[in-house]
């Protein structure tokens, strides 16, 4: 059990380590030097922002497909605010909100119709992404340049973008509402089994549609980095991104059966990720090679987690 | 007397990991003697047959068969032996035809083609010789009654000739009529020169079929005998190892004032009356209506017609607000609604009431952790610690933790359905003193009040102070149990006179 215990808690650490491994191999010693590891946090920002919310509905066995299109939305919503001389503070404020208005639809249509998230989401991520072309009409969004454009850039004074701080802090909240708030217990209960959850009087309906608002919020979040990268309002960019959120979410230990997942192991999931496509773009691999490598790497995870589940099991039998 | 027994274990040890399951058990069974293995849940005995089978490896000790030295490398093996086990869940193709399932794994062949007319006769052979040549070879096996799979699962064993046969609960997916009829069978076999193991938690089944009995605790011989000179009594105290009339203590109960009142709740117009310092029963069959009704009180259905009062608060409220007014529920459905399997102890022990571990929303695990381990102690689950996860838990520990919960969140009127289904005779016995003492009050707690749903009406009669039986959602009046006996509870549960 306690190397069980040791692959559970260590398995995405142990995988980061071996594939920075490989590219300092692959690459050279400078991959780990400082201003790569800076491009690393950057590139790792916008999906792991969005899969720490992704994190706390995979716990509570939910599924959110409109993650990208609603990046895409926050991005048209900051263009239009800062196009009709809004504040650049005002502009993310909306954003955000707007986000966390189609996440509190999400979660009243999974609670109320009780159809699975899987297709309410994915009915939300078309029409999330319509509303994004609607607004901007189809088009890109040109917007005056404010500080939100400096969220991701380098700031010599602060050793990374403020974005990744951001991202940083958010982890550490994520972290401590799963592990030591009432909401985050809910949250383990529901997803591990609904029914024992309503038995001990969990509100379990307000308890989703709560965290399909948070999870959408930290997406519109996602979406004010994606801006900033971008520059300007897009509604056709994030295209698919939800699959790589919830791929980070699995690979950090994640179980789309829900009860399982942790903050600091979405983290490592999102980063490993970054890692493996900026190793490779660096080391001159074509964009396959990736593709495969992290598709290898989504597999292994969750074979890992099987593996130590069955190895569990088989002492359980004594 | 001088023939060596078909079969004997000796000092069979096995260990998994630092849990000792078998510490030097000896079996031996004779040609054509029936012999019962009972014990409590845990006490090594799918173990024990684990070995014999060859599903397990022992660690120490000496097996032999007929005289001469025993040693299955797997199931296959002991199967060629003439060992066959007939598991509690059968082991069969349900779509293949029964002289497939029959012949499966040893098909006759030549040259790798199914010989099929003797296939067919083997099977019809194996199935003669049970007495139940009726059963059509051609058949799939998964239209067949489970009584009748069952049958095809034991002409299995006889078609490779088989020597020792190993029933694992094998009446717990039968009828009454089915299982009469498999009491038959295992007679003729005893009478054909079988040498059976009969494992059951029925003691009335075991009364009825086996010859002699072996009693196995905590993975030791701890009795045996002839069932014929052993009373129920005797084998129970030899399961718990403590005489039966001390399963049901009884501290002093004053009924206090009523704590849950009940009028004409719908369906089937339910009334009724709990008061603080009783256990009141429900008796009735599976289907009665007797869970609805607990689910209904605690908000899990809604109430269709019917006044209820829990103290002050009149009418229907939501758990979350039950448990607020001091109402807690234990859950028959242990798997799918008591517990939260992935979770650990403490997560599922304190989940309906995660305050004051931590200021304001905040949960700290040290003191949820605590709060845990003093219900760990008290009920005396046996857990590695409050973060195992409770699926690894046996399920008179799961039990008790489902039952810790409401002393956890320190509930007044607390609603138990089925409560000891499927746990052992030991963690019964703890469940049983527990609800006593909770009702008799005391450590400067006001008794409280248990409503309590079985379908074990020993269990019923030797807990409660008054029971109610219902049948067909009705419920009768409560009644002192001074006044009932058991055979009075099975007649108006199954409908008949009052």
């Known amino acids: 059990m306690r190397t069980g215990e040791l692959l559970a808690r260590g398995g995405p650490l142990v995988g980061l380590v071996l594939v920075c491994v490989v590219f300092v191999f692959l690459v050279g010693p400078q991959f780990l030097g400082p201003a790569n590891l800076e491009l690393i946090a950057r590139q790792t920002a916008i ?29 048209v919503v900051i263009a239009i605010v800062l196009r009709h001389a809004g504040g650049p503070g005002l502009a993310a404020l909306a954003a955000i909100a707007s986000a966390a208005g189609c996440g509190l639809v999400t979660g ?133 991104l939800e699959l790589d959120v919830i791929a980070a979410v699995i690979i950090g230990g994640g179980s789309l059966s829900g009860g399982k997942g942790t903050a600091l192991g979405t983290v490592l999931g999102a980063t490993i990720m970054a890692v493996i496509q900026i190793g490779c773009s660096q080391r001159g691999l074509p964009n396959w090679v990736q593709q495969i490598v992290t598709g290898g790497i989504i597999v292994a995870a969750v074979a890992l987690d099987r593996w130590r589940l069955r190895a569990g099991a088989g002492e359980r039998a004594a | 007397m001088t023939d060596p027994p078909r079969f004997e274990m000796r000092g069979i040890r096995k260990a998994f990991g630092a849990t000792v399951a078998l510490d030097g058990v000896g079996l031996a069974v004779r040609a054509g003697e029936v012999c019962a293995l009972v014990g409590p849940n845990g006490a090594g005995k799918s173990t024990l047959m684990g070995v014999l ?51 499966l794994g040893l098909e006759p062949a030549r040259f790798g083609v199914v010989r099929r007319a003797e296939a067919r006769d083997r099977a019809t052979q194996a199935l003669g010789r049970l007495g139940h040549a009726d059963i059509d070879p051609a058949a799939a096996v998964g239209a ?27 009446t717990s997916s039968l009828g009454r009529e089915d299982a009469r009829r498999l009491f038959e069978l295992v007679r ?21 079929v086996a010859d002699r009995f072996v009693v196995l605790r905590d993975g030791r011989n701890v009795g045996e005998g002839r069932t014929e000179a052993a009373s129920h009594d005797d084998i129970v105290s030899m399961m718990i190892g403590r005489r039966v009339g001390e399963m049901y203590p009884r501290g002093q109960r004053t009924p206090g004032d ?135 838990l046996s399920g008179g520990n799961q039990q008790k933790v489902a039952l810790a919960r409401l002393l956890h969140h320190d509930v007044d009127v607390m609603l138990l359905d089925e409560p000891t289904r499927g746990i052992d005779v030991g963690s019964k016995a703890q469940v049983y003193e527990l609800v006593d003492a909770l009702v008799a009050g005391g450590e400067g707690r006001a008794p409280r009040a248990v409503l309590l749903v079985s379908s074990d009406f020993p269990e019923l009669l030797g807990v409660c102070d008054r029971i109610a039986v219902m049948c067909r959602g009705r419920l009768g009046a409560a009644r002192p149990v001074s006044e009932l006996d058991e055979h009075r509870l099975v007649l108006e549960a199954a409908g008949g006179a009052a």
């Open chain 2, 188 to 208: 003729r076999l005893r009478a054909d020169g079988q040498a059976v193991v009969y494992i059951s938690h029925f003691l009335e089944e075991v009364k009825e």
């Open chain 2, 53 to 103: 089978s060859g599903a397990l490896v022992p660690d120490g000790g000496t097996m032999a068969l007929d005289g001469s030295a025993y040693r299955p490398r797997d199931p296959l093996a002991a199967r060629r032996a003439g060992v066959a086990m007939i598991h509690q869940e059968l082991s069969l193709a349900p779509h293949l035809s029964v002289t497939d399932n029959v012949v």
């Open chain 1, 108 to 240: 009243v249509l999974v609670t109320r119709l009780k159809v699975v998230p899987f297709i309410v989401t994915l009915g939300m991520m078309l029409l999330v992404r319509g509303a994004a072309k609607g607004l901007a009409d189809e088009r890109r969004l040109e917007a005056p340049i404010t500080w939100l454009n400096d969220l991701l850039r380098t700031a010599s004074a602060a050793l990374v973008p403020l974005g990744v701080w951001m991202m940083a802090a958010l982890a550490l909240v994520v972290a401590g509402i799963l592990r030591y708030t009432r909401f985050g217990r809910h949250l383990f209960a529901i997803g591990s089994n609904e029914r024992t959850a309503r038995l001990c009087g969990v509100r379990v309906e307000r308890t989703k549609v709560a965290v399909y608002a948070l999870s959408a919020a930290l997406a519109g979040l996602a979406g004010v980095l994606q801006f900033s990268k971008l520059s300007v309002g897009d509604p056709t960019v994030a295209v698919g």
């Open chain 2, 258 to 392: 009523v704590v849950l009142d009940v009028e004409d709740l719908g369906p089937g117009g339910v009334r009724f009356a709990l008061r603080r310092g009783e256990v009141l029963g429900i008796a009735g069959l599976v289907g009665a209506g007797r869970t609805r009704l607990l689910r209904t009180l605690f908000g899990l259905e809604p109430v269709r017609a019917g006044r209820v009062r829990l103290g002050v608060h009149a009418g229907a409220f939501p758990p979350s607000a039950r448990w607020e007014q001091g109402m807690g529920l234990v859950s028959e459905d242990r798997k799918g609604e008591g517990l939260a399997a992935s979770l650990g102890v403490a997560d599922n022990l304190t989940l309906s009431r995660l305050d004051g571990l931590g200021p304001g929303p905040i949960v700290l695990p040290s003191r949820r952790d605590a709060a845990a381990r003093r219900w760990i102690d008290r009920l005396d689950v046996r857990c590695r610690g409050p973060r195992q996860p409770v699926s690894e």
């Open chain 2, 144 to 170: 067949l009654p489970p009584a009748a799979q069952q049958l095809v699962e034991i002409a299995r064993a006889f078609a490779v000739g088989c020597r020792v046969l190993v029933l694992d609960e094998p």
């Open chain 1, 47 to 75: 999906v792991c922002t969005a899969a720490l919310g992704m994190t706390l509905v995979i716990v509570a066995a939910g599924i959110d497909l409109s993650v990208g299109s609603i990046v895409s939305l926050s991005t």
